[in-house]
T-cell receptor, first 111, second 113 residues
Framework: KQEVTQIPAALSVPEGENLVLNCSFT??????LQWFRQDPGKGLTSLLL?????REQTSGRLNASLDKSSGRSTLYIAASQPGDSATYLC??????????FGTGTRLKVLA | NAGVTQTPKFRVLKTGQSMTLLCAQD?????MYWYRQDPGMGLRLIHY???????AKGEVPDGYNVSRLKKQNFLLGLESAAPSQTSVYFC????????????FGEGSRLTVL
């Protein structure tokens, strides 16, 4: 059974710091992996989608990598800002309807 | 660019009452999903649809029904609400089963007293 783990559950960093969020999954047979951001009381906003054949994707200050063989993905946030404070979730796509979500990392960037 | 829109955003029900949550997407996506999000449980799939006129059960379908009469709309119904159905409900859609990006609505917060 596919499990998706995000460690740490919560993270607090000073503004300007570069940081890495981790996502681990137990079954490497995935089609893609997606990173989301969720603000309190809001929906999930898609940040980056990495297909299984890709190693990384970049959008602005965000860079996500995927290593299927080791069952890991990382989301790198450069020069963090208070506006980056949110919960970050990863989800692996097993095909058809099967998305498995992690429980998220709650990030707080201190001004 | 609306994307995925859910109505209503908030609702309070009494035990035994019924209601319908509406999800509409304007991206011409084939696949649509209903999830519930509960503290410590993450996102769990209730029902999904792979196209107009089709629906299928997800991980936690009991107590819910769905319909997809039009491609752009996916309705989630509670026939007899129970306190255990207090949750935040999210609708999502994607263009493809295996490679498509998943897009979410803003959520509907339901409280059952």
């Amino acid at each position: 059974k596919q499990e998706v783990t995000q460690i740490p559950a919560a993270l607090s960093v000073p503004e300007g710091e570069n940081l890495v969020l981790n996502c681990s999954f137990t079954d490497s047979a995935i089609y893609n992996l997606q990173w989301f951001r969720q603000d309190p009381g809001k929906g999930l906003t898609s940040l980056l989608l990495i297909q299984s054949s890709q190693r990384e994707q970049t959008s602005g200050r965000l860079n996500a990598s995927l290593d299927k063989s080791s069952g890991r993905s990382t989301l790198y946030i450069a020069a963090s800002q208070p506006g980056d404070s949110a919960t970050y979730l990863c989800a692996v796509n097993k095909g058809t309807y099967k998305y498995i979500f992690g429980t998220g990392t709650r990030l707080k960037v201190l001004a | 660019n609306a994307g995925v829109t859910q109505t209503p955003k908030f609702r309070v029900l009494k035990t035994g009452q019924s209601m319908t949550l509406l999800c509409a997407q304007d991206m011409n996506h084939e696949y649509m999903y209903w999830y519930r999000q509960d503290p410590g449980m993450g996102l769990r799939l209730i029902h999904y649809s792979v196209g107009e006129g089709t629906t299928a059960k997800g991980e936690v379908p009991d107590g819910y029904n769905v319909s997809r009469l039009k491609k752009q709309n996916f309705l989630l119904g509670l026939e007899s609400a129970a306190p255990s159905q207090t949750s935040v409900y999210f609708c999502a859609s994607s263009s493809g089963a295996n490679t498509g990006e998943l897009f979410f609505g803003e959520g509907s917060r339901l409280t059952v007293l």
